[in-house]
């Protein structure tokens, strides 16, 4: 069953999801976006800076690290194939280590049987068949596949896992029989395509003894990461993960975190969250776990490390800037993930409020309500609602959110391959807000956030300050898989703004351009502090506030 995306009350666990991108920034995980990137500010490297890096980083196996560089390459050289090449390549790396580090795979992997195994890939395909948002290449799809399992036999964690030492002799040998297997197969079908893979595992299984339905994780994995940067096949972990984002809750310390030179750099604490209450600040460095130095496995597994059931302790040490050290002890505890971070009134003497917005999840127009109300009781004349650094959420919730400010008009539309994907979402007039607006953008601010901040700017109901947002115009579903507990995130639909404009690659164009160097392009405002963002959006909500006051 796919649920129609008009719909607001849903049985979330039964059907699929539709989300323009998780709010993966308030779990203890490493999406690819929020890694540290070594290279000049946006605009500053060039094409062969960004391969360099790469490329040093690949030599490290610092796999989500590169993936990283090569993301934020992609979004300024969006049509270069060379990037792309090496994104998908590194992507593979980082997504073997990944599954191998997560404990439901690698209970799966052994629970399943071949037969169930490719009965789940059949799924898969079925999956991609029906809703994919083009229509799928099934020769392509089998050989993004191969190239994934090709991966896997080189990273040290699948040959540990899958190979005795005395088969490894055998791997050159099985590529080239399989590459011979593939050439002779034309692959129309997803039919045809179950039946290739499973000769493959087979192939592999005789050749070198890996276990067969190891094999198929691997070609169905591959078939998903590599249709675009968003689809992925999930595990039955990494699937309760995204649902407990959706939910705005998980099992953790309460903290967001970045991949940073062999260690984890918390960039949030989340409010009244047992890091709060442990003492963990912005700006820490995790540098061990459980005694053990974070230098000594991934970044993924190192996050995967804070995770834990419910009452369980985290043993972490910090290194704080200065170069101190400290060991804490956490429990771990469900975390209730705001969708608003901040309600406050900024600037009393004229009433400018101010509200960040976190993510978009079930819970956000709510919350956003409730944050409206508290903040008008105290005197709000003009409003700033800061989406930097929102990387999205629901689609649902970020034009709710939006119709709280606009009494009419598209708020966005999507487009599929097919036509219950093509939907048009528009404002009603109850319960509108018709204070004077300012929307906060960054290069981080993706998906969900530029539908609300697009919605904003096209209908022109107000002033959009900050830099040019992500480009990501792309809406995934969420489906639950039959066999295993798993789950797949897989694009369906492309979102245009109320103008018709796709975001893909563009964004969102404020009207006031605040540069990293602070001085801002297309409007005359000065600004100064230590947040440029903020002071120039405080300005101009100072202008709208006169304006409505009048001479």
Known sequence: ???????????????????????????????????????????????????????????????SEAVAIYEDALRQFPGDPSIKQRFDFARQHFDVARRYADRSFRAALEQLSTGATLDLYAEVLLKIHAHYVDTPRWQEVVQAGARAFAVALSEPVFREANLASAQREGVESLLGDLE?????????????????????????????????????????????????????????DQLTEVYSQIEGNFVGLGVE???????????????????SRGGLREGDRIVAIDGRDTRDFSADRAANLLQGEPGSVADITIERPGGST???????ERVEVPGVDQA????????????????????????????????????????????????????VAAVEVADLFLDRGVIVTTHGRNAYEDFTYTAREPGTWGVPLV??????SASAAEIFAGAIRDQQRGTIVGRRSFGKGSVQG????????????????????PSGRPYSGLGVEPHVVVHQTARPVGESVQVSGEDPMLTAALQVASQLVAQRRGP
């Not at 009350?9 to 709010?23: E, G, H, K, P």
């Not at 062999?262 to 009244?272: D, E, K, T, Y």
């Not at 507990?485 to 369906?492: D, V």
Request: contains cysteine; positive net charge; glycine residues 6%.
């Open 180 to 236: 011979q297997l593939l050439a002779a197969r034309f692959i129309q079908n997803r039919f045809e395509a179950r039946a290739t893979v499973q000769a493959a595992a087979a192939l592999a299984q005789r050749r070198v003894g890996i276990q067969e339905n190891a094999v198929v994780m691997e070609f169905l994995s591959g078939a998903v990461n590599t249709l675009d940067p968003y689809s992925t096949y999930l595990t039955p």
């Open 478 to 497: 969420i489906f639950p898989l039959g066999v295993g507990g798993a789950g797949l995130r897989l694009t369906t639909a492309k979102f245009f703004s």
């Open 326 to 332: 400290h060991r804490l002890l956490i429990r771990r």
């Open 344 to 395: 406050l009134i900024r600037d009393p003497s004229r009433g400018i409020a101010y509200i960040k917005l976190a993510c978009f999840q079930k819970s956000t127009c709510r919350d956003v309500e409730e944050a409206l109300w508290k903040l008008h009781r105290e005197g709000m004349r003009s409003l700033i609602i800061d989406v930097r650094g929102n990387p999205g959420g629901l689609l």
């Open 439 to 444: 929307v906060l953008i960054d290069q981080d």
């Open 257 to 275: 975190l970045k991949a940073q030179d062999g260690a984890l750099l918390i960039l949030r604490v989340i409010p009244r969250s047992p890091a």
């Open 1 to 63: 069953m796919y649920l129609p995306v008009m719909n607001t009350t849903w049985s979330w666990r039964s059907v699929a999801i539709r989300l323009a991108l998780a709010c993966a920034a308030a779990m203890a995980v490493l999406p690819a976006a929020a890694q540290q990137l070594a290279l000049p500010a946006a605009g500053g490297a060039s094409l062969s800076d960004f391969l360099d890096r790469g490329q040093t980083l690949e030599i490290q196996r610092r796999w």
